[in-house]
């Protein structure tokens, strides 16, 4: 196996530290590593990564090296096209919002070839700090309590904390107390100051788009958890940044096939029907619908970055005997990308046709 035309990282780990993280795949626990990057050797640690996805024969990983350094290593084992993520934020960059970064690389493992991987730019200080954008804090929506209600979306019943399914990554405990305070005053304020605080606390043009943009791509898993939020320094706004859109475009987080009408064109969340509620938001949200059905989200505007990446990532995904895919499989997918962005376009036309209020 080889991985021709893609950049090459290597890791080299002790067969016991190797062990350890094995004995309990769901433990965070780091293990040392060397890493070599870009012709660079350094002392990294790495540890899994994933829900689910910490079961199956090819883990993902997270490895932190240097200062702050920190990449998210996924094998996209579910996904035969190995692109669902990478095509997902790209598509949220043409839409003009920030998203994690990715590239295509090859992974060896002690000496041998452990397959292609997609990796993954974290969203931390860093992230930030590359596109200017000001962030006092920083908030992983981590599993579905995330949902920004009252209710535990399994028990049916009262939180017990209102941070259940939040975990602070920046910040300070008044980080904590002001989540608190917002998801507490959106399911508890009247109507009429409802709309006055959201318009302060929460960017709703950026909230809108992220809104669309999970819509369109049809990521099911992605209302309720799979994303950060951030307070922005100069207007101290919530705004929000997609995170694992591997279920997506035609398949769910499985990989399983999935129709195309699978996501609400409304969405979901205890926030987003809070924000729908209101004239002006349903108006401004129809209105992005309208111009990505018109500009972005169209075969036109997305092929060529299929393309583009099939094109890169052939070879080494010929080559790659570590996926439980065959290559006929990872062939015919753009065909599937395509049935499914017709097939989206025309669900969400017809509902704007008749969502009128």
């Given at each position: 196996?080889?991985?021709?035309?893609?950049?090459?990282r290597?890791?080299?780990?002790?067969?016991?530290?190797?062990?350890?993280?094995?004995?309990?795949?769901?433990?965070?626990?780091?293990?040392?590593?060397?890493?070599?990057?870009?012709g660079?050797?350094m002392?990294?640690?790495?540890?899994?990564?994933?829900?689910?996805?910490?079961?199956?024969?090819?883990?993902?990983?997270?490895?932190?090296?240097?200062?702050?350094?920190?990449?998210?290593?996924?094998a996209?084992?579910?996904?035969?096209?190995?692109?669902?993520?990478?095509?997902?934020?790209?598509?949220?960059?043409?839409?003009?919002?920030?998203?994690?970064?990715?590239?295509?690389?090859?992974?060896?493992?002690?000496?041998?070839?452990?397959?292609?991987?997609?990796?993954?730019?974290?969203?931390?200080?860093?992230?930030?700090?590359?596109?200017?954008?000001?962030?006092?804090?920083?908030?992983?929506?981590?599993?579905?309590?995330?949902?920004f209600?009252?209710i535990?979306?399994?028990?049916?019943?009262?939180?017990?904390?209102?941070?259940?399914?939040?975990?602070?990554?920046?910040?300070?405990?008044?980080?904590?107390?002001?989540?608190?305070?917002f998801?507490?005053?959106?399911?508890?304020?009247?109507r009429g100051?409802?709309?006055?605080?959201?318009a302060?606390?929460?960017?709703?043009?950026?909230?809108?788009?992220w809104?669309?943009?999970?819509?369109?791509?049809?990521?099911?898993?992605?209302?309720?958890?799979?994303?950060?939020?951030?307070?922005?320094?100069s207007?101290?706004?919530?705004?929000?940044?997609?995170?694992?859109?591997?279920?997506?475009?035609?398949?769910?987080?499985?990989?399983?096939?999935?129709?195309?009408?699978?996501?609400?064109?409304?969405?979901?969340?205890?926030?987003?029907?809070?924000?729908?509620?209101?004239?002006?938001?349903?108006?401004?949200?129809?209105?992005?619908?309208?111009?990505?059905?018109?500009?972005?989200?169209?075969?036109?505007?997305?092929?060529?970055?299929?393309?583009?990446?099939?094109?890169?990532?052939?070879?080494?995904?010929?080559?790659?005997?570590t996926?439980?895919?065959?290559?006929r499989?990872?062939?015919?997918?753009?065909?599937?990308?395509?049935?499914?962005?017709?097939?989206?376009?025309?669900?969400?036309?017809?509902?704007?046709?008749?969502?009128?209020?």
């Open positions: 196996m080889s991985g021709e035309g893609l950049a090459t290597k890791i080299t780990i002790d067969e016991a530290d190797l062990s350890r993280l094995q004995a309990d795949v769901w433990s965070n626990e780091f293990a040392p590593v060397k890493l070599e990057m870009d660079v050797a002392d990294a640690k790495l540890r899994f990564r994933g829900g689910h996805t910490r079961n199956y024969p090819k883990k993902s990983y997270e490895i932190h090296y240097g200062t702050n350094g920190i990449l998210h290593w996924n996209e084992f579910d996904d035969p096209s190995m692109i669902r993520n990478a095509l997902s934020f790209r598509f949220f960059r043409m839409m003009g919002l920030p998203a994690p970064r990715t590239k295509h690389m090859w992974l060896e493992w002690n000496g041998y070839p452990h397959g292609v991987y997609l990796e993954i730019e974290s969203v931390d200080s860093a992230f930030f700090r590359r596109r200017n954008i000001g962030s006092k804090s920083l908030i992983y929506a981590v599993n579905d309590k995330a949902n209600s009252l535990d979306p399994e028990t049916e019943e009262r939180k017990e904390s209102l941070m259940e399914g939040y975990r602070v990554m920046k910040g300070n405990v008044y980080t904590e107390k002001r989540l608190v305070r998801v507490s005053r959106i399911n508890r304020l009247p100051t409802l709309r006055s605080y959201m302060k606390r929460l960017d709703l043009n950026v909230y809108l788009k809104l669309a943009g999970a819509v369109l791509t049809g990521n099911y898993d992605g209302f309720d958890q799979n994303y950060a939020l951030y307070e922005h320094t207007t101290g706004k919530y705004r929000i940044i997609p995170w694992d859109y591997e279920g997506t475009w035609g398949r769910n987080c499985y990989g399983r096939l999935c129709g195309s009408d699978l996501v609400d064109v409304k969405g979901y969340n205890a926030l987003t029907v809070k924000v729908l509620s209101y004239k002006s938001c349903r108006q401004a949200y129809r209105k992005i619908l309208k111009n990505m059905l018109n500009s972005k989200f169209t075969l036109d505007a997305i092929e060529p970055v299929i393309d583009s990446m099939y094109e890169q990532i052939r070879p080494a995904i010929r080559d790659d005997f996926r439980k895919w065959p290559f499989s990872f062939e015919e997918e753009p065909e599937l990308f395509r049935s499914y962005i017709r097939e989206r376009r025309a669900i969400i036309e017809e509902e704007l046709e008749v969502w009128k209020d």
